[in-house]
């Protein structure tokens, strides 16, 4: 059975930091590209960031470009998005999801588990 | 900013069908297959429909997708309250080089 589990969200002061994690199991890691996907409080899903099966390969949204990092750790079956500059509109729960193949981008991008989430509140 | 629109609700009564549409353009939907996940009143989102119109195993035959041109859409037949949810339609967006929610519809069960 495929299990994801979010951890290290919190409350966090604009500008700071945070870095979440995903621990996976049940499948294949290292072949399996891995999204993150936040959803703000009554809002609905946006698509945050991928990485590739190998993790040579990352993917990011506009609104997070070049403040987010994602990164994995196949030995560790580990997936880690790193938040630096952290603004109130970045307050949501965070998902990790797997994807159904190796690659993170184009046509068959499709997310076939979900973990729980975990929840980010950024504010002073 | 969602790229993708969906109307906001969609309702019907048990046993009724419902249909949600999502309108794109041609660097999403018009170019790559669409996919719509479920999310359950304070649950995460669950993958219902992929490559437009198949269902992963386990999803009752009742929800069924269809894409045409820029847009797509979602069918639920045989309406029943445990349908009641949230649903996101999405694609990759080869413009964007990201993938790409639509706004999501809630369903009601009257």
């Known amino acids: 059975e495929v299990q994801l589990v979010e951890s290290g969200g919190g409350l966090v002061q604009p500008g700071g930091s945070l870095r979440l994690s995903c621990a996976a199991s049940g499948f294949s890691f290292s072949n399996s590209a891995m999204t993150w996907v936040r959803q703000a409080p009554g809002k609905g899903l946006e698509w945050v960031s991928a990485i590739s099966g190998g993790g040579s390969n990352t993917y990011y949204a506009g609104s997070v470009k070049g403040r987010f990092t994602v990164s994995r750790d196949n030995s560790k079956n580990t997936l880690f998005l790193q938040m630096n500059s952290l603004r109130a509109e970045d307050t949501a729960v965070y998902y990790c999801a797997k994807h159904s193949s190796y690659y993170g981008s184009g046509n068959y991008v499709r997310f076939d588990s979900w973990g729980q989430g975990t929840l980010v509140t950024v504010s002073s | ?110």
Request: aromatic fraction near 8%; proline fraction near 6%; charge should be neutral.
């Open chain 2, 1 to 110: 900013q969602s790229v993708l629109t969906q109307p906001p609700s969609a309702s019907g009564t048990p046993g009724q069908r419902v249909t949600i549409s999502c309108s794109g353009s041609n660097s999403n939907i018009g170019s790559n297959t669409v996919n719509w996940y479920q999310q359950l009143p304070g649950t995460a989102p669950k993958l219902l429909i992929y490559n437009s119109n198949q269902r992963p195993s386990g999803v009752p035959d009742r929800f069924s997708g269809s894409k045409s041109g820029t847009s797509a859409s979602l069918a639920i037949s045989g309406l029943q309250s445990d349908d009641e949810a949230d649903y996101y339609c999405a694609a990759w967006d080869d413009s964007l080089n990201g993938y790409v929610f639509g706004t999501g519809t809630k369903v009601t069960v009257l």
